[in-house]
Every structure is written in C-alpha cells, then in structure tokens.
C-alpha cells in the first residue's frame, strides 16, 4: 500500500527489462506511490525482455530508444511530455552493460573499442541523458534524478572488470551536473550505490554469485533487495529529501563501512577457534 510519495509527480525510468530488473521495481513503486511514468529501453532489449508487461500493467507508454543516441533521447523525453501532460519531476538511470565482460576479456587484456561502448553505454548515457533534459528544459523545479551504482566504483572489486570505470564515471557525472543543474533549476542528481543484486545483467558478472553471498555476510543488515532500493529511489524522488544532490548514497546494509564480519571470517577460517568465548557466545569486537 503506498502512502502517494509521489503523487501528481511524472517521471521517466530507464532500464527495465524483467521484474528481476531494479529499474522495473522502482517503476512499479512509483506508481503505487501515486506517480505516472514512461519508460525506455532499447528496441532489442524491449523484444528479448518482458517490459511490454510492465507497461501494459502500468498503463505507461513504453518508448524504444537507444540511451547512447542523443536523438532518441529527445524523442524519450518529447514523447514523455506530450504522454504524461508536461515536463518531468523524476528520472532513473538504470544502464549498464560492459561488451568486455560479456566477452570474458580479463582487465589487463581490454579490447579498447569495447571499453568505449562500456563507457558510452553504462555512464556517457547518464550525461547526454541530462544534457539533453536540460536543454529541452524537461525537469521541472525541484526535480530528482538517480543513476544506478555500485562500490565498485571506489574498491576493486574482482571479476567486475571495466564496468568499475564506468560506475566511477557515472559518479564523478552526476556530481558535476548536479552543481550546474543545481544551481539553474534547482534539480538534484544522485547515484545509489546498491549491493549486488541478483539481476539478468549482474548474473553476467564473473563469480556473481560468491560476490552476492560474500557481501552478504560481510553486511551487518544484509544484502538490499532490488525492492528495498525501490523504496529508497521512491524517498529519493519524493519532496522529503529536497536539499540531497550530488550524493553518493550507499544502500548496502553496511557493507561499505565494514572491514571484517563474524559471518565472512567464520567461513574464511572454518577449522580455526577463538571467534566464541568460553560460553559459546560470538565475541564480535
């Protein structure tokens, strides 16, 4: 049950795919939360996902468009306008996707031309996407936009590869326009940096599965679910949170301010003693 967060508020979420998607839980939330949106992904994604369900669900117009074309931008956000009935009050930034690591190119054997796409794909597309907004004036007052991160972008994650370049780029964009668009119009742009999360393109990741599991027990809250980041975009679009802007905002249970854990060295040193006190009790300090 929602509690209209969001009401009368318009937005645009980029990057469903399928309802493992976090992209397609915020756009959900939104809703809930008394919003109406539209959404975007590419023509190829749109025909190997289920966002069409999504939309029809919705009732929100579904618009194919590359997110590295500065030309579909401008339809995404015209046709965004004349669909939702004037400029927009949020956005999300969900694209990533590294050609690298889909091709299990180890870090230090980059094909370069691949590392451009990851680039363009994963964090040039939040800038465009921002210019163009700014440009056609697209954002009202007072606006929220949110990319997608992760703490890659700060600590070398192994297997993440040049994805981790990219979410640093993404980053380093939205505090640099969230001061421009900041100071013209009063726009906040932040990046969420969210634990990993079981989607169709984090399951590409080389050993995903141990990195979700690790940081895990690492989290003294756990991993965040793609349902929890949708509630904290859902506050982060909201009026609540006005004066937030060029934040990156960790929703990791903790993850990101821990050294060691007594579920991760438990399992680091199974045969070794001396985690327990002579009781059996867990000594955590």
């Known amino acids: 049950m929602g509690n209209n967060l969001l009401k009368g508020k318009r937005g645009i979420i980029f990057g469903a795919l399928n309802d493992m998607s976090i992209a397609w839980k915020v756009a959900e939330r939104c809703v809930e939360e008394g919003a109406?949106?539209?959404?975007?992904?590419?023509?190829?994604?749109?025909?190997?996902?289920?966002?069409?369900?999504?939309?029809?669900?919705?009732?929100?117009?579904?618009?194919?468009?590359?997110?590295?074309s500065v030309e579909d931008l401008e339809k995404v956000f015209a046709e965004s306008m004349e669909a939702l009935g004037g400029k927009v009050d949020f956005i999300l930034h969900s694209i990533g996707m590294s050609p690298n690591v889909r091709k299990k190119r180890p870090y230090d054997d980059l094909d370069y031309g691949l590392l451009n796409q990851t680039l363009d794909i994963s964090a040039i597309s939040f800038h465009k996407m921002l210019q163009v907004a700014k440009k056609m004036d697209a954002i009202n007052d007072w606006g929220s936009v949110i990319a997608l991160s992760y703490g890659a972008a700060q600590r070398t994650m192994y297997g993440y590869n040049d994805m981790a370049d990219a979410k640093a780029m993404l980053e380093s964009v939205a505090r640099s326009f969230g001061y421009i668009y900041g100071r013209s119009q009063n726009v906040r742009i932040n990046t969420i940096s969210q634990s990993p999360t079981v989607t169709t393109a984090g399951s590409g990741i080389k050993g995903f599965d141990s990195l979700v599991d690790f940081s895990d027990r690492m989290s003294p809250l756990g991993n965040a679910t793609a349902a929890e980041c949708a509630d904290y975009c859902v506050v982060m679009f909201s009026d609540l949170t006005k004066k937030v802007t060029m934040q990156n905002l960790y929703h990791d249970g903790g993850y990101s301010s821990m050294g060691m854990s007594f579920r991760a060295m438990e399992q680091y040193i199974k045969s070794f003693e001396g985690l327990t006190d002579e009781q059996g009790n867990i000594i955590y300090g």
């Open 36 to 68: 109406t949106v539209t959404l975007s992904n590419t023509a190829l994604a749109i025909r190997m996902g289920t966002t069409t369900e999504l939309s029809e669900k919705l009732n929100a117009k579904l618009i194919p468009a590359d997110a590295t």
